[in-house]
């Protein structure tokens, strides 16, 4: 994965960390929907995508690449403990 992408990304998960109250915020305005572990982390994962999607855009004008995509799905894989210490 380009390291500037990276880069990108590694910055909206210590974003996320940093920003966990407006995470925790959302779960709780959410909690009808689902109240999960898996839910919540389906959130983080999902602006963790948003990034990825939208960097790879604006950096590599272009959209991800499926080489690219399972690069992330590896790197979000490999940063699931981290993740979990959200909440």
Known sequence: MDETLLK???????????NKDEIKQLLQQLSNID????????????RIYNTFYYQSKRILDREPTKQEFEEFLEFVKNKKSMLDALW
Do not use: P, R
């Open 8 to 18: 990108k990304i590694e910055q909206k998960i210590q974003d996320s960390i940093s």
């Open 35 to 46: 109240n999960s572990k898996s839910f919540a982390l389906g959130i983080v994962v999902g």
